[in-house]
Every structure is written in structure tokens, then in C-alpha cells.
């Protein structure tokens, strides 16, 4: 992996460090402690328009890759929402709104 933001702290931070590259790379908002131990950083989460159009500006701008593997309409949510809890999904599954 070339870089990892953490949203669940713990033994998952600790288990996807161990295939991290470079460790400075590693950033937390939910462990920070795990995450300096590590060597990384941690960031406060924050809400709101900025955010999200800043991610979004780093998606577009090919700088970050959320690593969509499946799209799924609205009405198909719980076909989505069952893929994820069997623990089968590879990264990120999106609704799309129509």
C-alpha cells in the first residue's frame, strides 16, 4: 500500500500498517496514540461543504483513489449494504442517486 488513512483505529490500523510502504504515510482520525506508535499522524475530523469539496477536489484531481470496485442504484442499497457486512467487499461500494 502507498498510503493509508485510518477511520477505525485498533488491531485494523495495526494489521494494514504491516503492509504499508512507508509508514509517514499512515494518517488516523480515530487512533491517534496507534498511529504515532507506528509512526504516522493523526488528523481531527472534521464536517461539512469544505471537506467533502476538498476530497472530492482530490479525487478529480487523480491525488487520492478511494478505489470504487462496484455501483449500485438506490433501490438496490440492501444488495450493496449485504456485500459489505459479508466481509467479501474490496474497497469502495457507492449508491447512486437517479
Do not use: F, Q, W
Not at 485510518?6 to 510502504?21: P, Q, S
Request: hydrophobic share 45%; glycine share 12%.
Amino acid at each position: 500500500m502507498d498510503g493509508l488513512l485510518d477511520l477505525i483505529g485498533g488491531a485494523d490500523l495495526r494489521e494494514a500498517a504491516a503492509v504499508l510502504a512507508d509508514r509517514t504515510r499512515l494518517v488516523s482520525t480515530a487512533d491517534p496514540d496507534t498511529a504515532a506508535a507506528l509512526g504516522g499522524s493523526a488528523v481531527r475530523r472534521t464536517h461539512g461543504g469544505a471537506t467533502l469539496g476538498e476530497l472530492a477536489r482530490l479525487v478529480a484531481s487523480g491525488d487520492l483513489d478511494p478505489r470504487i470496485t462496484a455501483t449500485y442504484p438506490l433501490d438496490r442499497a440492501a444488495e450493496a449494504l449485504a456485500e459489505v457486512e459479508s466481509g467479501h467487499a474490496r474497497g469502495k461500494l457507492v449508491l447512486v442517486m437517479e
